[in-house]
């Protein structure tokens, strides 16, 4: 139903491209920092100041804290996920544990 690849990886910042089926939903992974949805292709419903929008192709949302609410494919969709985390924050600790730091 969904795959996932890291494309780029520098300090706290992360580009993933992520593909879903239709219907598939995903859960925020990170609690902090700030991130950007990009979609490739498809549509995506996502809630973000309480409201649910759907976006599509070209289009770009911008979250000044990461996103807390699942994100749900309305039909099979590629997107584009920024995220970066302050030091210390989301995947930082796990990089850590991991030696990556």
């Known amino acids: 139903q969904r795959s996932a690849k890291t494309l780029a990886k520098a300090g706290g910042l992360r580009g993933t491209l992520v593909h879903l089926d239709a219907n598939a939903t995903i859960q925020p ?3 902090n920092g ?5 979609v490739i292709e ?8 309480g409201a649910i ?3 599509g192709p070209g289009e770009l949302v911008v979250l ?5 609410a699942p994100i749900q494919a309305a039909e099979r969709s590629s997107f584009l996920v920024t995220v970066a985390w302050p030091e210390g924050a989301g995947a930082w600790q796990q990089e850590k544990a991991a030696g990556h730091h």
């Open 29 to 31: 992974e990170a609690s």
């Open 34 to 38: 700030a991130s950007t949805i990009q």
């Open 42 to 49: 498809g549509r995506l419903r996502m809630q973000t100041g």
């Open 53 to 55: 929008h759907e976006i």
């Open 64 to 68: 000044e804290q990461n996103l807390h």
